[in-house]
């Protein structure tokens, strides 16, 4: 394993409360941070370490995703055929379906290392991801895996079931799932598994208590709920319920399941996410994107949800994603009181790193501290003002770009250092992804 002292550097801890240590350094081995003071001190007890220069960078934990698809990424400059879609199930008719339908195996491969390769330009070293191609089931999660490892960052993988492609399709995503759920839990490494559903609109009640019944113990799912109004209108014509009330029912919610989006959830929805203590994860880029409104994440937060921040398949440079829901809920609610920076770190670092850590229980994630992992980013930022343990939100949300990160590591290990990859070769997987994207942009229109 990796041992190193990174010196010099101004730490960020995010403990609560914040701490931000100029002149620190990280004792690194194991994979994990073994100690944390200031950088003489180290640079003493370890004489003999090999010693990183931070050059007085800021070092913080990795930034974390909570929800994405990698398999989205051929998507980039991909034309809709005919009119543009109307409304949010036009866009996963006229999109996402028939884009996810059109992946090889070879493509998975290659979406999912086009994501990396950016997640680690942005210092984002744990993605939760949830996959679709039906044309490539089993086997698909092992593809990503590979993918993840190659690359060297953290993940969470899961495969969304649905009955959109039929039963035989539903039951070989079930498979898939629990198939990688008992192939991690036995060689825990940096890549977890949870259990994948697409919606509550794609699924029902038969399939739900099927997926139900096969989830392995402990395992959480991972599902959309109530992104467009359109989930819950086919909840109530199919179930004669809400969402999250038919969810459940049917045993799905918990404390180790995310429920992405729940932008048209109602307040008694709200109080059964809280109770059952169900991690929500917030994606606003993608609900402008597609329209579907603005979920009432403060009004989550205030209930005690555990509110997270992912990025729905937007790019991994998740400030953009903080910097996205501190202006919308502004605008929204014509009131520049709403979302502040804390509460934007209480989803982006905080319940991401809560959410992280349930899968990875020895060591903790997106922390600075003795024992836990050592995920990193090095940032190349000046404070034109003071910047403060306490108001360091408002230094990212207004100073901070994601082209300042200049080092990114995981579980102990550089994937870039000065700018540089060094696990992946973004422009030989940026060659190879585009030709491979051209292919699946035929395969894709001759569907229509
Ligand atoms: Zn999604």
């Given at each position: ?8 550097a ?9 701490r ?34 931070a050059?007085?960078?800021l ?58 390769v ?19 089931v ?10 993840v ?50 919606a ?51 045993g799905?919610?918990?404390p ?6 729940c ?10 996410l ?36 992912g ?9 953009e994603?903080w ?35 349930s ?19 090095f940032?190349d930022?000046?404070?034109?003002t ?12 207004f ?17 870039m250092r ?15 992804a585009?030709?491979l ?12």
């Amino acid at each position: 394993m990796f041992e190193m002292l990174i010196k010099n550097a101004t730490l960020v801890t995010w403990e609560k409360p914040n701490r931000i240590l100029p002149g620190h350094a990280l004792w690194i081995e194991g994979g994990q941070i073994s100690e944390l003071g200031p950088s003489a001190d180290l640079e003493r007890g370890h004489p003999s370490a090999e010693m990183i220069d931070a050059h007085g960078q800021l070092v913080l934990p990795g930034n974390i995703c909570a929800h994405t698809h990698f398999y989205g990424a051929f998507a980039r400059g991909m034309e809709i055929p005919g009119d543009a879609p109307s409304d949010f199930p036009q866009i996963l008719q006229k999109l996402w379906w028939p884009l996810d339908r059109s992946l090889t195996a070879e493509d998975v491969q290659f979406s999912a290392l086009l994501c990396l390769v950016d997640a680690i330009h942005y210092g984002t070293t744990t993605l939760l991801d949830h996959h679709s191609s039906p044309n490539v089931v089993d086997g698909s999660l092992d593809i990503i895996e590979r993918a993840v490892n190659e690359a060297g960052v953290r993940a969470v993988l899961c495969y969304e079931v649905s009955d959109r492609d039929g039963p035989a399709k539903m039951r070989e995503g079930i498979d898939e799932n629990v198939r990688f759920f008992e192939k991690t839990s036995t060689a825990p490494g940096m890549v977890g598994a949870m259990f994948g559903l697409h919606a509550s609109l794609t699924l029902s009640d038969a399939s739900l208590d099927f997926c139900r019944e096969s989830a392995p113990e402990g395992s959480g799912f991972h599902i959309h709920v109530a992104e467009s109004e359109a989930d819950e209108r086919d909840s109530l014509e199919k179930a004669g319920s809400r969402v999250v009330e038919r969810l459940q029912r049917r045993g799905i919610l918990g404390p180790r399941t995310i429920a992405a989006h729940c932008v048209h959830v109602d307040d008694h929805e709200i109080e059964l996410l809280a109770e059952t203590k169900t991690w929500v994860s917030h994606q606003p880029r993608s609900n402008m994107n597609n329209g579907v409104g603005v979920a009432r994440v403060e009004k989550m937060l205030g209930a005690g949800i555990s509110v997270c921040l992912g990025n729905d398949g937007f790019s991994n440079a998740m400030w953009e994603e903080w910097k996205t829901a501190y202006l919308l809920h502004k605008v929204h609610h014509l009131d520049p009181r709403r979302m502040s920076g804390t509460a934007v770190v209480a989803m982006a670092v905080h319940n991401n790193a809560a959410l992280v850590s349930s899968f990875f229980p020895q060591t903790p994630v997106g922390v600075l501290q003795p024992g836990a992992a050592a995920d990193l980013m090095f940032v190349d930022y000046h404070a034109p003002t003071p910047l403060t343990d306490t108001n360091l939100p408002w230094h990212i949300l207004f100073g901070f770009r994601d082209s300042m990160v200049t080092a990114t590591m995981a579980g102990g290990r550089f994937l870039m250092r000065d700018r540089q990859l060094l696990t992946l070769d973004e422009a030989e997987i940026a060659a190879k992804a585009s030709e491979l994207a051209a292919k699946a942009w035929r395969r894709y229109e001759s569907s229509f």
